[in-house]
């Protein structure tokens, strides 16, 4: 019986990437398949994902690259934003981690850390955090920067909602204020009605209450897909 072509072309292209496509990720010292490898093999994946950025990825993409962006932003440079935003925000209440299959990265800013209860105010002690997040935004332009509000089920839902809303413009605001260009940002609030947790307690229910940066990198490629979608 004859081996299906399909098949023996994606054995071999899993075996070109574990022969030439690992690298050592600097938050574990470990060996790993590359997302330049994996983006390779998978195609459209990167495109698939900026594809539900908030208001969609096109014309941000080209305002991040009238605003200094290059594209050209996979692997190793990704693996590097992480650890650097894991030691600036270390001890804090700040969790950092990849999302979307490795594909983007997310800054969990939790309840109490940001905000005072049921304020869109943020907190001065926590500036000195937004201004690290903010530096490593600048200094890694590739990127486009959705922001997400979210809140717990006290309340009623309708100012649940703009409270969420408040929020995360207010983060977005500030990122803008220290210098992350406005064309690769956006904000969103949910409200109550993306929980973490299902509870009805005052002791899991804090970790609906928060605000999470969603940094998605964008390659050569995608800058160039964006042009010709705007007939550049």
Do not use: H, W
């Not at 690290?132 to 309708?158: F, H, I, K, M």
């Amino acid at each position: 019986m004859k081996t299906p072509r399909i098949l023996v072309a994606a054995v071999a292209s899993v075996s070109l990437i574990s022969l030439s496509g690992c690298v050592t990720d600097p938050n574990t010292g470990q060996q790993k398949i590359s997302r330049t490898a994996l983006g390779g093999v998978g195609g459209a994946l990167a495109g698939g994902l900026l594809g539900g950025v908030i208001g969609g990825k096109t014309g941000r993409i080209i305002g991040a690259v009238a605003g200094g962006a290059a594209g050209g932003y996979v692997g190793y440079r990704m693996d590097n934003q992480i650890k650097q935003l894991k030691e600036g925000t270390a001890g804090s209440g700040v969790d950092v981690s990849e999302t979307d299959g490795g594909q983007a990265i997310l800054v969990n800013l939790p309840d109490g850390v940001t905000f005072s209860t049921g304020s869109s105010a943020i907190s001065p002690g926590f500036q000195q955090l937004l201004d690290r997040v903010a530096n490593s935004l600048t200094q890694y332009p590739d990127s486009l920067v959705d922001v997400y509000g979210y809140t717990d089920t006290v309340g009623s839902a309708s100012s649940n909602q703009v409270l969420s809303e408040q929020r995360a413009q207010a983060v977005a605001n500030y990122l803008i204020s220290r210098g992350v260009n406005s064309s690769r940002i956006r904000s969103m609030g949910f409200g109550e009605t993306r929980l973490k947790v299902q509870t009805g307690d005052n002791v899991n229910e804090p970790l609906n209450r928060r605000v999470e940066i969603k940094i998605i990198p964008f390659t050569q490629q995608d800058v160039q897909a964006a042009q010709r979608a705007q007939g550049n």
